[in-house]
């Protein structure tokens, strides 16, 4: 539920509105906004007296929140949701984020080197996991806390802010002391004891849809990290199973308009797992971004041949330059532009 004030209410008329709120046994979210102020009532249980808020000074209107999700609508909040990252990358208003890097950080030298290079191309955050979710126990699971240290190393060294995956809600806390963005994936989008936990990690978290999740399903899931108090969420269309085996899974270019409608979040576009094939990240990138994606996560190895992990969507550097360079041309096509390139390292390696 949310209560709209009025143009001319007071910062007094909004503490009055909080104050019944809680005092009524909920809790209060005050939304201010340049269109318009609101007081967010957290945990209806469908037993809340509209009437007693409705007659407060300077309420406009009670607006009851058709969604099952609530605070992830659009509804509750008509602004945009900007994510700004330490190194100044922002998310969600005007700029498209590039987040490019190997599947798994694998050794210095490659995860470094690689940080070199994306960076130099323009990207601004660098991916690389280091507990990787895989469908085969016996697959590389990467390297841990040294993995994060490297990441860290790489952040030092370029400016880049980093994106990698927690799995487990014991691995937050570990991930959130070396990570710019926590990464929920694919296969733990409805590991809501993950989410929870992230949601009060106090970082922002990059949630990927589920290989069979709907779009409510997903923005659900997202709601578990704002209702933690956790309202930097970025969604991530990441490609869904399909009945054609020609991709390995099928980018749903659909859900960005979509979500972009529902939803004040930012959304990103992966089309490195959202196809599975090098020869297809380039074109569905471009694509993505022409939908109104916020951005790109693009998986970029310096050797796809030897990858430890996802080696056949990996695009070779040269390629990451190609897809910078075109993207940047769409973005600006439709009056949007890339997050401008990170000032040059104070330290060279
Ligand atoms: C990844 O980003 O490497 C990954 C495992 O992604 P997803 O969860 O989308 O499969
Ligand atoms: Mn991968």
Redesign the pocket.
């Known amino acids: 539920m949310l209560v709209v004030m009025a143009h001319n209410a007071s910062p007094e008329d909004v503490q009055v509105v909080v104050d019944t709120i809680r005092e009524m046994g909920y809790e209060a979210a005050p939304i201010p906004g340049k269109q318009r102020t609101a007081v967010g009532l957290v945990g209806n249980d469908g037993n809340v007296d509209a009437s007693r808020l409705e007659a407060l000074p300077g309420v406009l209107q009670v607006i009851h929140v058709s969604q099952p999700y609530k605070q992830v609508s659009r509804e509750w909040r008509e602004e945009p949701t900007v994510i700004e990252l330490a190194n100044g990358t922002r998310i969600g208003g005007n700029e498209v984020v590039m987040m490019a890097g190997p ?2 950080v694998e050794s210095e030298a490659q995860i470094l080197g690689m940080a070199q290079q994306i960076r130099d191309a323009g990207a601004t955050v660098l ?1 690389g ?1 280091a507990f ?3 469908s085969s126990p016996y697959s590389f699971q990467g390297m841990a806390e040294a993995g994060l240290r490297l990441l860290a190393r790489a952040r030092d060294e370029t400016g880049l802010a980093i994106v990698t ?1 927690a799995i487990d809600p014991e691995g937050v806390d570990i991930v959130a002391q070396y990570a710019d963005i926590i ?7 409805q590991n809501f004891s993950l989410l929870r936990r992230a949601g009060r990690s106090g970082r922002p978290v990059l949630l ?2 589920g ?1 069979a999740a709907t779009i409510n399903e997903l923005l659900l899931s997202a709601e578990y990290i704002l209702a933690e108090g956790n309202g930097q969420v970025i969604l ?1 269309e ?2 869904v199973r399909s009945f054609d085996t020609h991709t390995r899974n099928l980018l749903d270019l659909t859900a960005i308009p979509v979500v972009k409608a529902l939803s004040h979040l930012p959304i990103i576009a ?1 089309p ?2 959202g196809t599975g094939l090098r020869s297809k990240v380039i074109p569905m990138g471009r694509a993505a971004v022409a939908a109104g994606a916020d951005g790109l ?1 693009v ?1 970029v190895h310096p050797d796809p041949e030897h990858a430890l ?2 080696g056949a969507q990996s695009l070779y550097p040269p390629q990451f330059e190609e897809l910078m360079t075109q993207v940047g041309e769409i973005a600006r096509a439709i009056g949007r532009e890339l997050t401008p390139r990170l000032p040059s390292p104070t330290h060279a390696r």
Do not use: T
């Not at 990464?183 to 989008?189: C, F, T, V, Y």
């Open positions: 599947c798994s991916r996991g990787k979710p895989r995956e990464q929920i994936g694919a296969r733990n989008m990927k849809r290989i991530c990441r490609g992966d490195s797992h996560i998986e992990s996802d």
